[in-house]
Structures are given as C-alpha cells and as structure tokens.
C-alpha cells in the first residue's frame, strides 16, 4: 500500500476497518452470523480483525455496540464509545474505555479522531440506557468520515476537510425507520461533506429469515444501485466505491 493511502475493508453492515498511517481502526463491530432474528450474508474474514489499535463505537444499538463481537476482538482492545457509554462496556470486563463527547479528539497513533454530531435515536431499549449518538472523523495522510447512524442535520457541511466518506445508506430490512440516510439522502450527505471518494455502507449484510423465504431479497442490492444513480445526479465529481461485504479499496 503506498505511503499516505487508506485502506478500507467494509466488513459488512456499520462495520468498517480503516488502516492508514501504520493505525488500524475499526467501527462498530458486527461480527455475528445471527443477531437475533436476523442473518448475515457471507463470513467475515479472520484477518481483517487482527492487530486493531482501536475500535470507535458510533451509538448503544444492539447493531452496532455488540458485546459478543467485541469479545470476539478481544477485552484489551481500545474502544471508544460516545459519553454516557463507558460504563455499560467496562462491566462486560473491557479493560481500555474512552468516552468521547461531540467535539472532542483523540490521538491513536499518527491519527487524531473527533466526535462528530449524529442524528439518532440515543436509547439502548429496553435498560440499557442513553447515549448521544455520534460519528467520527479520522484525520491522517487523508481524512476519514464514519457518519454511524444518522439522518441529516445541520452542521454537515462544517466537519471540516473530507477526502473519503463512509456513508449509511440503508438497514437491515425492506424499509428504513427515522434516523437513517436514505441512498437519496446518503448521496446530499456526500455533497454536503465535500468528500471526493463516497463508500456505501450500512447495507447489503443483515436480512430478516422471514424476508428470504422467496429468494434473495431485493434490499440486499438495491439499495447501493439507488445510491449511484442519485450520485450520478447530486454530486456526479465524486468517485463513488460499492463495496460489498467483505471487499476493499485502497484510496
């Protein structure tokens, strides 16, 4: 990989590892083929998950803070969550917490990663508690946004300089609840951003059993077509990367 590029391996789902500058990163670990009444396509790939520096929790959403993966990556491994989060990882054994509130940074190696507003639901349900919901900016030899799960807000366009943009564009399901980009608005979030490369993720991963019955459902697809094809139209200047689980791009 040549000096000042990122490498990106969508893991599947929300979960991305990021390795640039010597620094591997990985968020919100998904890593189960079952979670609760859903399944995963594919098998994530051993190696992706070795040698981690740290692990950047977005949001407390079984989804996406999942206990059984992090144990998987072990209970050394760094993990930063949002404020209000530590508590609920460190009684599961983790040894390594950092609570981030919006707008604050951390330096992991040669990179510094800040807290980025998100807007989501903040609730663990049923008791598992609250947490504002948040994504990140990885700034190295380039800069890295994982926007978690979030719907539009103000402020998108002054997260300072973005080259890539990791970006949610649907779920896990036929239909997409509040707080979720759609492909339409995932693409204005790009444009709003500035980032010159647009990678699609938060779909094609997780189906419900009940869903497939028939066949393949059609959302585990679509939903990155859609994405293109309103990128093509919004912000036709940015490279736009589909990467299905388990693939990578250098950028």
């Not at 620094?23 to 998904?30: F, G, H, I, W, Y």
């Not at 807290?115 to 903040?122: Q, S, Y």
């Not at 978690?148 to 080259?163: K, Y």
């Not at 709003?192 to 019955?213: D, E, K, N, R």
Request: charged share 20%; aromatic share 6%.
């Amino acid at each position: 990989m040549a000096v000042g590029a990122a490498r990106i391996v969508y893991v599947g789902h929300a979960t991305v590892l990021v390795d640039m500058n010597g620094v591997r990163l990985m968020t919100d670990p998904l890593l189960r083929p079952r979670l609760l009444h859903l399944r995963r396509v594919g098998k994530v790939r051993a190696q992706v998950l070795r040698g981690l520096d740290a692990v950047l929790i977005s949001h407390l959403h079984f989804d996406h803070l999942d206990i059984p993966s992090l144990q998987r990556l072990g209970r050394d491994v760094p993990i930063v969550v949002p404020r209000g989060a530590g508590g609920l990882v460190k009684r599961r054994g983790f040894s390594s917490v950092t609570e981030l509130e919006i707008g604050e940074k951390l330096q992991v190696g040669a990179l510094a990663i800040r807290a980025t507003p998100a807007l989501h639901d903040a609730a663990r349900t049923p008791f598992g508690g609250r947490a504002k919901p948040m994504g990140y900016v990885i700034e190295g030899s380039c800069s890295v946004y994982f926007a978690g799960d979030t719907d539009v807000f103000d402020g998108m366009a002054s997260l300072g300089l973005i080259d890539i943009a990791l970006v949610p564009i649907w779920g896990w399901g036929p239909s997409l609840g509040p707080g979720h980009l759609s492909p339409r608005a995932a693409a204005e979030t790009v444009r709003m951003v500035g980032a010159s490369t647009a990678i699609p993720i938060h779909w094609g991963t997780y189906f419900p059993l009940q869903a497939a019955v028939r066949g393949k459902p059609a959302f585990l697809e679509s939903p990155a077509e859609e994405f293109e094809a309103h990128m093509r139209k919004i912000a036709p200047d940015v490279e736009v990367r589909v990467l299905r689980p388990g693939e990578e791009t250098v950028v």
